[in-house]
């Protein structure tokens, strides 16, 4: 009785028709950085104060700046107040020059933002500052809690229909949400659209991830993984480019997600099924017929009755749960995406509060951090992992990187800061 794994070695366990695979695999992981790291751009915020334009019906000929003095009260370091403005009173202009105001209230006719023609985010269009501030981080925990359901959801439909299946219904929810959230008439509307939208993007690199691996043999499978998550940073790196000529928040979302549906479709037709994933449905014939196709584009041969002789036993999603050593290690690697993630996205997603501006800021660290930084790192990673393995290489890199973020706290506030701590998160 033959394994599975003698059965790719006929076949080919990385021949040309993986790494066709592995390239077309790599493609969907820049658009999973598009929707995590989108929201940096697509929820920006900008100088802002309240509307006092009620003023210039007594005295329309009023420069920005005299309006704000006679209208807006400062802060204690002298700034103008963004949630707060003097009371409209039924004065004329000279008596409210020589006496001023000093009555405050909320911004009850709405807000001006200071920010170029052209440029918009939903925090300029559904006016989400002041008390509303915390809805913009509100739809970013919507969209993670989302992830986490897509991830629960997708391993079963995974399972039950099929890695193809599970991928193409991604991309497919992915550019359906991504697309649909650009029409979204309200703040309400947005964050349900996200949750979704979390729930079916984030888990595109692991589906892509799961179809490579069981394509693959074992001395290949860290280098492809890595490649596929690699992709995600060249996906941070195209996106500060394409948000600095998409400036409304609308048409970067269209312009970042429509293009999936020639994804999907092109995925549809070049995607072949997990083998492996047939063999444990029983569906001998047609994990037969993708093994022959991949025999056939690697130029070798699949023995008529080596899959008969094959066995791959079923297993259940339950058996990390009741397996001793399978439920030890899943709560490692639990907390350990967790502790990773909190650093990562941590950072990532609160580029916009650096002090600099948003889309040199991103510029910087999209290309100088995560393309010449993290692309390496991971690329680098899969040598160490080959020459000391897996477990000595998680941990080094755990401690490195949680030892570099406390260096961070000893080095003076400023830009410096800032690039130390995007080159020690990775």
């Not at 200071?114 to 300029?124: A, C, D, N, R, W």
């Not at 979390?198 to 490579?212: K, W």
């Not at 994804?263 to 047609?286: D, H, I, N």
Request: charged letters at 15%.
């Amino acid at each position: 009785m033959s394994s599975f794994g003698q059965v790719l070695k006929e076949v080919g366990e990385f021949g040309l028709f993986q790494k066709w695979m592995l390239a077309a695999l790599c493609i969907p992981s820049i658009f999973s950085a598009f929707n995590v790291i989108g929201q940096v751009f697509i929820g920006m915020s900008f100088p802002h104060h309240c509307n006092t334009d009620w003023i210039l019906e007594k005295g329309p000929n009023l420069t920005e700046e005299k309006q704000k003095h006679l209208t807006i009260p400062v802060d204690e370091g002298g700034r103008f107040e963004s949630c707060k403005m003097f009371t409209p009173v039924d004065l004329d202009l000279e008596t409210i020059e020589r006496y001023g105001l000093n009555s405050t209230t909320t911004c009850i006719h709405g807000w001006k933002y200071e920010v170029q023609p052209g440029v918009s985010s939903i925090l300029t269009e559904f006016d989400l500052v002041c008390d509303t501030r915390g809805l913009i981080q509100v739809s970013q925990s919507l969209y993670m809690t989302g992830y986490l359901c897509g991830a629960l959801v997708f391993g079963s439909i995974s399972d039950r229909f099929g890695r193809k299946f599970a991928i193409l219904l991604s991309l497919f929810l992915t550019m359906l949400f991504g697309v649909t959230i650009a029409f979204s008439p309200n703040i309400y509307v947005y964050m349900v659209l996200r949750f979704f939208n979390g729930a079916s993007s984030g888990v595109i690199v692991m589906n892509t991830s799961v179809l490579m691996v069981e394509w693959i043999g074992p001395s290949k499978s860290a280098l492809c993984t890595m490649a596929i998550t690699g992709f995600f940073a060249v996906g941070q790196m195209l996106l500060s480019g394409i948000a600095y000529l998409a400036k409304n928040w609308r048409i970067l979302q269209l312009v970042l997600f429509a293009p999936l549906i020639v994804v999907s479709v092109t995925m549809y037709w070049f995607l072949p099924e997990s083998a492996r994933w047939l063999m444990t449905q029983g569906r001998k014939k047609e994990a037969q017929k993708q093994l022959e196709r991949a025999a056939r584009v690697n130029k070798r041969s699949l023995p008529e009755d080596l899959l008969d002789k094959s066995n791959q036993d079923r297993k259940n999603m339950l058996d990390i749960f009741r397996i001793p050593y399978l439920r030890k290690r899943t709560a490692i690697m639990a907390f350990n995406w967790f502790a990773v993630s909190f650093l990562y996205y941590g950072l990532s997603l609160n580029v916009g509060s650096f002090g600099l501006d948003i889309y040199l800021t991103q510029l910087i660290f999209g290309f100088l951090i995560f393309g010449f930084v993290e692309i390496p790192a991971n690329m680098s990673a899969w040598p160490l992992i080959q020459h000391f393995g897996r477990r000595i290489c998680e941990a080094g890199f755990l401690f490195f990187s949680g030892v570099s973020c406390l260096l961070t706290l000893a080095v003076p506030k400023g830009i410096f800061e800032t690039l130390l701590m995007f080159i020690f998160s990775v």
